[in-house]
């Protein structure tokens, strides 16, 4: 399978995951809101340059928006995280090699301890942010610092065990 077609599949299945059913969950506390399709931004080739990067990021999150109606919420974490990903990466991955045969981000292409710094420092960064847009509204400080947390935790817990079904299985594309 090329790797737009992939890359397509993948925006599709983490959209409708996300849509219909995390997003018609029944709340299991008022503080826990799951979520996984962040691992689609995540997951997209080193190569792919700022500029696509962040239009992929604001339209992913903007169809996203209409599917949960949550207008410009999700667009706008999105276009963050689509923002904030190649810096953070060259922080981890100081000398990334076009030639390394690293394709996207991974355990395998940046070691264990990286990806894991990755996964929750952009996790984090994209909560923190979503969840701020919805405080404007709410404006109770206390329920934002605690609904980052725990809507993080769970995410992160959730994008592992995503990690180990799909990529520990041989289903992660090498190009």
Not at 107 to 134: D, K, R
Not at 139 to 159: E, N, Q
Request: net charge neutral; with cysteine; proline share 6%.
């Amino acid at each position: 399978m090329n790797d737009i077609a992939r890359q397509l599949l993948r925006a599709v299945a983490f959209l409708a995951v996300e849509a219909l059913l995390l997003d018609r969950v029944p709340p299991v506390h008022r503080f826990l809101s799951p979520s996984i399709y962040l691992l689609y931004l995540l997951w997209l080739p080193f190569r792919l340059g700022r500029l696509p990067l962040l239009g992929i990021g604001f339209l992913y999150g903007l169809v996203l928006d209409m599917f949960t109606h949550t207008p410009g919420l999700h667009a706008s974490a999105c276009t963050l995280a689509a923002f904030l990903r190649p810096y953070l990466i060259q922080v981890l991955m100081p000398r990334l090699d076009e030639d390394s045969g690293r394709s996207e981000p991974s355990i395998g292409s940046m070691g264990a301890f990286p990806y894991a710094t990755y996964l929750a420092l952009m996790t984090l960064f994209h909560q923190v942010w979503l969840l701020f847009l919805e405080w404007l509204d709410l404006g109770d400080a206390g329920y934002f610092a605690i609904k980052v947390v725990t809507t993080s935790v769970l995410s992160l817990t959730l994008m592992a065990v995503t990690e180990a079904v799909f990529r520990n299985r041989g289903l992660e594309g090498r190009t």
